[in-house]
C-alpha cells in the first residue's frame, strides 16, 4: 500500500499566521491527493482535491500544491475555526490511503 | 442539499454482528458511489473500500474483507456496513461518504460509534 507521512504531526501557530503542512508519498502519486479537515467530533471535510483543487466553498486562504511525492496544504492566515487535524488521502493505487494527521493547535 | 445521515451509536458483544445505514438526500443516490472510512478511538482515518451504488458492486481494502459487506438499497437512497463476527479491535466511528465524480469523498456523514464490548 502507498503510504503517506505527514509533518509535522502537530503544529502550533497563532491566528493569522501563514503554515504550510505536508505530505510525502512512498511513491508517486501524479496529483491524486486530497487534503481533509476533521474537527473534533465531527466527519471529514474535503478541503482540496486533485492536489490543487480547493472543493465547494471551501475559503481561498486554503491552497494545494505539488505533484509526484511531495504535496502541501498552505493555509495563508489562520482563523480560529481552522484549529484541526488535516488528512491527506491518495486514490491513485488501491487501496486509497490516508496519511496519520497532522494536529493544528492554537499557541 | 446534499446530506448523509447516519445510524446510531450501536453497543454489540463479541461475535454479534451490526448494521449501519447510511441515508442520502438531496442528490441522484445512484450517480455516485459510497466510500466507507473506520476510525478507532483517538487514530486517523482508515479506508475501507466503497461501493458501486448503481450496480450494487462493493470493492474492499484488504484489512475489510470477509466480515465486512457493503450494500445499497436504491429504493431508499441507503447504503448499508454489515460487520459481523464483532471483535474488540472492530470499537470505531465509521463514516460514510459520497464519492465524488472525481472519486474523493465530498460529502460525509455524521459517523455511527461502534463500540464492541462483553
Known amino acids: 500500500d502507498i503510504v503517506l507521512t505527514q509533518s509535522p504531526v502537530t503544529l502550533s501557530s497563532s491566528p493569522g499566521e501563514r503554515v504550510t503542512l505536508s505530505c510525502r508519498a512512498s511513491q508517486s502519486v501524479s496529483s491524486y491527493l486530497a487534503w481533509y479537515q476533521q474537527k473534533s467530533g465531527q466527519a471529514p471535510r474535503l478541503l482540496i482535491y486533485?492536489?490543487?483543487n480547493r472543493a465547494t466553498g471551501i475559503p481561498a486562504r486554503f491552497s494545494g500544491g505539488g505533484s509526484g511525492t511531495d504535496f502541501t496544504l498552505t493555509i495563508s492566515s489562520l482563523e480560529p475555526e481552522d484549529f484541526a487535524v488535516y488528512y491527506c488521502?491518495?486514490?491513485?493505487?488501491?487501496?486509497?490511503?490516508f496519511g496519520q494527521g497532522t494536529k493544528l493547535e492554537i499557541k | 442539499q446534499v446530506q448523509l445521515v447516519q445510524s446510531g451509536s450501536e453497543l454489540e458483544r463479541p461475535g454479534a454482528s451490526v448494521t449501519i445505514s447510511c441515508k442520502a438526500s438531496g442528490y441522484t443516490f445512484t450517480n455516485y458511489g459510497m466510500n466507507w472510512v473506520r476510525q478507532a478511538p483517538g487514530q486517523g482515518l482508515e479506508w475501507m473500500g466503497w461501493i458501486n451504488t448503481n450496480t450494487g458492486i462493493p470493492r474492499y481494502a484488504q484489512d475489510f474483507t470477509g466480515r465486512f459487506v457493503f450494500s445499497s438499497d436504491i429504493s431508499v437512497s441507503t447504503a448499508y456496513l454489515q460487520i459481523s463476527g464483532l471483535k474488540a479491535e472492530d470499537t470505531a466511528v465509521y463514516f460514510c461518504a459520497r464519492r465524488s465524480t472525481a472519486a474523493w469523498g465530498d460529502f460525509w456523514g455524521q459517523g455511527t460509534l461502534v463500540t464492541v464490548s462483553s
Open positions: 488521502q491518495q486514490r491513485i493505487y488501491w487501496p486509497d490511503t
Open positions: 486533485d492536489a490543487s
